[in-house]
């Protein structure tokens, strides 16, 4: 059950990461950090991860006046994805 909620919590959040609204280390500590507690090296990891998912993300096309249901899909999608390769390392 916790893993769900993790994995919830990180894709929910991922937006704020690449919106630059927080630091990758401001990520694991609020988002992550919370559910379960993690050393520095996981840390790194993660925070390579979500700079590598950064280029990713801003690479998905979005219409200017909002995303088509194909890109709300494709960036579900990409969240989706990005969550499961941080849960590997935790």
């Not at 990891?45 to 998905?60: E, F, H, M, P, T």
Request: hydrophobic content about 35%; charged content about 30%.
């Amino acid at each position: 059950m916790k893993t769900i909620e993790l994995k919830s919590e990180i894709e929910n959040n991922l937006v704020n990461y690449y919106a630059n609204s927080i630091t990758s280390s401001d990520f694991v500590s609020n988002h992550i950090r919370k559910f379960i507690s993690i050393d520095e090296e996981k840390e790194e990891k993660i925070c390579d991860v979500l700079a590598q998912s950064q280029i990713g993300w801003n690479n998905i096309e979005c219409d200017v006046e909002g995303a088509t249901k194909e890109q709300d899909a494709k960036m579900d999608e990409y969240l989706e994805k990005v969550a499961s390769e941080i849960l590997e390392i935790c």
